[in-house]
């Protein structure tokens, strides 16, 4: 099975950056398309980021494009996700996510395996 662990996390000021990693198990296939997901305290899990198998295809969700940038090496089982210019509404919980198809789905039901989470925290 797909173990993912995610890493990165922690409290900055707004305006500051953070970049979050997730690693998969060394037994897991690199094609497979990878996510990140997040969910603030009284809210839904909501998609953040999206990359396919070979890094060629990346979605964003909307308030975090022009800030977030999400990367993978071509073939790799690590993910990045590199966030900048902090906002307090990007606090929660990010979540990396891995498929088992390669496309990368804006959605958590195209996603089968999740890590456990780790914590974003903005101040303003």
């Known amino acids: 099975q797909v173990r993912l662990t995610e890493s990165g996390g922690g409290l900055v000021q707004a305006g500051g950056s953070l970049r979050l990693a997730c690693a998969a198990s060394?037994?897991?296939?690199?094609?497979?398309?990878m996510g990140w997901f997040r969910q603030a305290p009284g809210k839904e899990r909501e998609f953040v980021a999206g990359?396919?198998?070979?890094?060629?295809?990346?979605r964003y969700e909307d308030s975090v494009k022009g800030r977030f940038t999400i990367s993978r090496e071509r073939g790799s089982s690590t993910m990045y996700l590199q966030m900048n210019n902090l906002k307090p509404e990007d606090t929660g919980v990010y979540y990396c996510?891995?498929?088992?198809?390669?496309?990368?789905?804006?959605?958590?039901?195209?996603?089968?395996?999740w890590g456990q989470g780790t914590q974003v925290t903005v101040s303003s």
């Open positions: 996510a891995a498929a088992r198809s390669a496309v990368a789905a804006g959605s958590a039901q195209g996603y089968q395996y």
């Open positions: 060394a037994r897991t296939t690199s094609n497979n398309g």
């Open positions: 990359i396919a198998w070979n890094g060629g295809n990346t």
